[in-house]
């Protein structure tokens, strides 16, 4: 059996595995995730703008109602992403709502697990291989520089390493190179090139009267007011000399390895708690992690506002300048000068745009770094509503 029928069988019995696990667990499973959803949709119901509703509506095909369901299991798997891994610990394997947001599922390599991921609400997936065996993998791969490399990530539907490269050989050298098991290993062979999106006149924020990026989210450092944005969009010393934005001065900056930096601006500038939609504005309310599978919207100043769903964390990213770790995978489209933009899914915070491929026309693939290791760097405090 050659290594690409191998593969594809061993993501086939993943699936089958999973399906028959769903199967037999779905009444439980379903019966209480309905009624944390049910709970969940209460909290939501009058605390959600009308604008949010009619985008989910618009961008799956729902209705009203099923909008308010669809957010109310993304909170629901927000909070279990928060809880399961620690409870799982090794057996541990991923977390993620289905296409429908019908289901949330979590992948394990222990059936023991199954009871347990039930009462909580969950489908549970059994697989062959933990997410800490996957992440190793990954990261043994990720600092390897190859021509035709694009990058990496983990994808926790298929219990794989992806591997996105030029073509099968340069795949097959990486994983050599890296000295991993190539059974972890799916390769994708029609991934594009990615670059980062930046170097566009126009407003938003121009940094040394050159070039344009687009804010990220309004943040301060003790009482020093501010935003974070794409490490790419400036170093450490650069001016923010015009734009939308208050002229500033980028405090500290990360590009490659991440893809992160914050601006201070002056001390009587205001700070909104609240995101362009450019046709109306969605406030900021925390920075809680969504779940893979949830819905997710980026604004940026080529495109504006786009939406789509979280597909993978922790992507490796093989740029022109250099790697980017970390990242978070994306459906949603993205251009140049959209870099630095935010990406908000409901109400909360989950990062600034970094690069991608495709367009806006023909859609594409778009990356973000999270917003959580900016703050946390920087002593950095997120402006919310």
Same mark, same amino acid.
């Given at each position: 059996?050659?290594?690409?029928? *191998? ?8 699936? #089958? ?20 959803? !049910?709970?969940?949709? *209460? !909290? ?5 703008? /009308? ?26 798997? #927000? ?19 289905? /296409? ?34 996957? /992440?190793? #993998? ?69 940094? !040394? ?77 925390? *920075? ?31 740029? *022109? ?13 993205? !251009? ?50």
């Amino acid at each position: 059996m050659n290594r690409q029928r *191998a593969l594809a069988v061993t993501a086939a019995g993943a699936i #089958a595995t999973a399906l028959s696990l769903a199967a037999g667990a779905a009444p439980a499973s379903a019966e209480i995730l309905d009624a944390k959803a !049910e709970q969940a949709r *209460a !909290e939501l119901t009058g605390n959600v703008s /009308e604008t949010l509703i009619s985008e989910l509506q618009d961008t799956f095909g729902l209705t009203e109602a099923e909008a308010y369901d669809r957010l109310a299991v993304e909170d629901v798997a #927000a909070d279990l992403l928060e809880e399961v891994p620690a409870d799982l610990d090794e057996s541990y394997a991923g977390l993620w709502v289905s /296409e429908d947001a019908d289901e949330i599922f979590v992948a394990t390599t222990d059936a023991a697990d199954t009871t347990g991921l039930r009462a909580e609400g969950a489908t549970p997936v059994l697989v062959e291989h933990d997410l800490a065996t996957l /992440e190793d #993998a990954a990261a043994a791969v990720s600092p390897i520089s190859m021509d035709g490399y694009y990058g990496n990530y983990v994808d926790v539907v298929n219990n794989t390493l992806v591997i996105e490269a030029a073509d099968a050989a340069t795949a097959a050298g990486l994983i050599e190179a890296a000295g991993i098991d190539p059974s972890l290993v799916t390769v994708d062979t029609a991934a594009e090139a990615p670059q980062t999106y930046f170097v566009r006149g126009g407003d938003a924020y121009i940094v !040394e009267n050159s070039w344009r990026c687009s804010v990220g989210f309004s943040v301060r450092q003790g009482s020093t007011p501010g935003f974070v944005t794409a490490g790419h969009c400036g170093s450490a010393g650069d001016q923010v000399t015009s734009g939308e934005a208050a002229p500033g001065t980028f405090r500290n900056s990360v590009f490659p390895s991440a893809d992160r930096a914050w601006v201070a601006v002056g001390s009587g500038e205001q700070l909104l708690d609240d995101v362009n939609m450019y046709s109306g504005t969605r406030d900021v309310a925390n *920075a809680t992690q969504a779940a893979i599978g949830s819905s997710i919207c980026r604004s940026g100043s080529t495109t504006g506002w786009h939406c789509g769903t979280v597909q993978a964390f922790n992507q490796t990213v093989n740029y *022109a300048e250099g790697s980017v770790f970390g990242m978070t995978r994306t459906n949603v489209c993205a !251009e140049p000068g959209d870099s630095g933009g935010s990406f908000i899914s409901g109400n909360s915070a989950q990062g600034m745009t970094s690069g991608g491929s495709g367009n806006c026309s023909s859609g594409g693939t778009t990356y973000f770094q999270p917003i959580g290791p900016a703050l946390s760097a920087w002593g950095l405090t997120l402006v919310t509503s």
